[in-house]
């Protein structure tokens, strides 16, 4: 089974986990061919060893050269004007139920009509939209223009971040993936049961496989800490670099490596430079896949002190390897993590007390090394990204299959011929 994987500005450097997700799912037997809305910019272009060889087999839906645009607009005006009603429509009740402004919607036509070439072209049965936000939106009005594929898409943060129209995106979808159990609550509460019936949680994590339990912990001093994630002010790396600052008054030799790209560098770099840590705590950049794993393996403690985190894969990752990690009350590290068993939970943005849990791994190894064990076994019962990668392979082979028995059950009931073939009038059958 042929299936389109559709993520916006792909490969970025937070997509790891859509790679392994693709490579789960070509595992299990699929075949899985990427498609994107538009290349990343360069700061937001990920680093990974596969990000090249995952770009070169992306197929990009826009820019578009001016004669292809010129081309689907009058394919769409003339050849499929039905279609492009159909699409005006959606649109315009997106835009009912809170969506974006219409013409930010009918922006999207002319690449839907793209994706929707593309699609018949490929054979693909089913698209997996990675948001349902723009790349969604794009999947249902290619629909609209070519029927006769499954369309899912996951929900991977907070669901007022994914500019409104919910309501019409699920009940469009054939399903919906969340990725963490509160997600699940919350949808109980604010979607229909129809929209309920389609929902599945389909965690994110790690391939437990290439992401093995360290051999020991490094040795000290000094204390190494690591975070790891995009420089946005929601991540509270200002937090942790205060909690460093701290610890370094008392005498104490931490040093933190912040592994990212983003907005905030810039910020970052002034408290650094204001608080006299500048050979204490360095920004590394964004960096690849597997310096990333390198240098979580060699650190003493993970820290992540994030405002908002839905989910939070680098947690995953850093307890996967079995390092101690601390990390704040948000809605997924607090799921994840079980509070003094499996890692250490702090209030959102309090300094103080994540000053005070990073100085308890510091004095205490045996804790460090009690919590390095039990995260790593939590997250190969729950969080092995092989375990959300079947139940959605599982989900949209379904979905295609009950589309393909709905076509058939279409084809059965339609007029026969006594020659088997549809019945026409004589002028359709010249």
């Given at each position: 089974m042929r299936i389109a994987y559709l993520a916006p500005e792909f490969p970025g450097q937070t997509h790891t986990w859509i790679w392994r997700e693709r490579n789960h799912l070509q595992?299990?037997?699929?075949?899985?061919?990427?498609?994107?809305?538009?290349?990343?910019n360069d700061r937001d272009c990920a680093r990974h060893q596969w990000a090249a060889d995952a770009a070169e087999a992306t197929t990009y839906l826009w820019p578009m050269p001016l004669l292809r645009i010129v081309l689907a607009a009058a394919s769409l005006l003339t050849r499929r004007l039905p279609a492009l009603l159909a699409c005006i429509a959606l649109c315009v009740r997106m835009r009912r139920d809170n969506g974006p402004p219409l013409r930010e919607s009918l922006k999207l036509v002319i690449p839907a009509h793209r994706l929707a070439v593309w699609i018949r072209r490929n054979n693909i049965r089913h698209v997996h939209a990675a948001t349902p936000s723009g790349s969604l939106i794009t999947t249902l009005l290619a629909r609209r223009i070519s029927p006769g594929f499954t369309v899912d898409c996951t929900v991977n943060a907070k669901f007022n971040w994914w500019g409104g129209a919910l309501n019409v995106k699920f009940n469009e979808a054939d399903a919906i993936f969340v990725v963490v159990g509160w997600m699940q609550q919350q949808a109980s509460q604010d979607f229909s049961p129809a929209i309920n019936r389609k929902l599945h949680l389909a965690r994110h994590g790690v391939d437990t496989r290439d992401w093995p339990e360290r051999p020991a912990p490094p040795p000290a001093p000094p204390f190494q800490i690591v975070s790891v994630g995009r420089l946005h002010f929601s991540k509270g790396y200002d937090d942790t670099i205060r909690a460093v600052a701290a610890l370094r008054s008392t005498g104490k030799d931490v040093r933190l490596a912040i592994l990212g790209e983003g907005p905030e560098r810039e910020k970052l770099e002034q408290l650094i430079e204001s608080l006299d840590l500048d050979d204490a705590v360095t920004l590394t950049g964004s960096v690849p896949e597997h310096e990333v794993r390198a240098r979580i393996e060699?650190?003493?403690?993970?820290?992540?002190?994030?405002?908002?985190?839905?989910?939070?894969?680098?947690y995953i990752e850093a307890m996967a390897l079995g390092v101690p990690t601390i990390a704040t009350e948000a809605d997924g590290p607090k799921e994840i993590i079980q509070e003094g068993t499996s890692g250490l939970l702090v209030p959102i943005k309090d300094t103080e007390t994540l000053t005070r849990a990073i100085e308890r791994i510091i004095d205490d190894p045996g804790l460090a090394a009690r919590l390095g064990k039990a995260?790593?076994?939590r997250i190969i019962e729950h969080y092995d990204s092989r375990i959300g990668a079947k139940t959605v392979y599982e989900t949209i082979t379904a979905a295609a299959q009950e589309n393909d028995n709905r076509s058939r059950e279409s084809n059965d009931a339609q007029p026969k011929s006594n020659s088997g073939r549809s019945a026409r009038s004589p002028s359709t059958q010249r």
């Amino acid at each position: 089974m042929r299936i389109a994987y559709l993520a916006p500005e792909f490969p970025g450097q937070t997509h790891t986990w859509i790679w392994r997700e693709r490579n789960h799912l070509q595992e299990l037997g699929l075949d899985v061919r990427m498609v994107s809305t538009r290349r990343p910019n360069d700061r937001d272009c990920a680093r990974h060893q596969w990000a090249a060889d995952a770009a070169e087999a992306t197929t990009y839906l826009w820019p578009m050269p001016l004669l292809r645009i010129v081309l689907a607009a009058a394919s769409l005006l003339t050849r499929r004007l039905p279609a492009l009603l159909a699409c005006i429509a959606l649109c315009v009740r997106m835009r009912r139920d809170n969506g974006p402004p219409l013409r930010e919607s009918l922006k999207l036509v002319i690449p839907a009509h793209r994706l929707a070439v593309w699609i018949r072209r490929n054979n693909i049965r089913h698209v997996h939209a990675a948001t349902p936000s723009g790349s969604l939106i794009t999947t249902l009005l290619a629909r609209r223009i070519s029927p006769g594929f499954t369309v899912d898409c996951t929900v991977n943060a907070k669901f007022n971040w994914w500019g409104g129209a919910l309501n019409v995106k699920f009940n469009e979808a054939d399903a919906i993936f969340v990725v963490v159990g509160w997600m699940q609550q919350q949808a109980s509460q604010d979607f229909s049961p129809a929209i309920n019936r389609k929902l599945h949680l389909a965690r994110h994590g790690v391939d437990t496989r290439d992401w093995p339990e360290r051999p020991a912990p490094p040795p000290a001093p000094p204390f190494q800490i690591v975070s790891v994630g995009r420089l946005h002010f929601s991540k509270g790396y200002d937090d942790t670099i205060r909690a460093v600052a701290a610890l370094r008054s008392t005498g104490k030799d931490v040093r933190l490596a912040i592994l990212g790209e983003g907005p905030e560098r810039e910020k970052l770099e002034q408290l650094i430079e204001s608080l006299d840590l500048d050979d204490a705590v360095t920004l590394t950049g964004s960096v690849p896949e597997h310096e990333v794993r390198a240098r979580i393996e060699a650190a003493h403690l993970f820290v992540g002190a994030s405002h908002v985190e839905a989910l939070g894969v680098v947690y995953i990752e850093a307890m996967a390897l079995g390092v101690p990690t601390i990390a704040t009350e948000a809605d997924g590290p607090k799921e994840i993590i079980q509070e003094g068993t499996s890692g250490l939970l702090v209030p959102i943005k309090d300094t103080e007390t994540l000053t005070r849990a990073i100085e308890r791994i510091i004095d205490d190894p045996g804790l460090a090394a009690r919590l390095g064990k039990a995260g790593r076994q939590r997250i190969i019962e729950h969080y092995d990204s092989r375990i959300g990668a079947k139940t959605v392979y599982e989900t949209i082979t379904a979905a295609a299959q009950e589309n393909d028995n709905r076509s058939r059950e279409s084809n059965d009931a339609q007029p026969k011929s006594n020659s088997g073939r549809s019945a026409r009038s004589p002028s359709t059958q010249r």
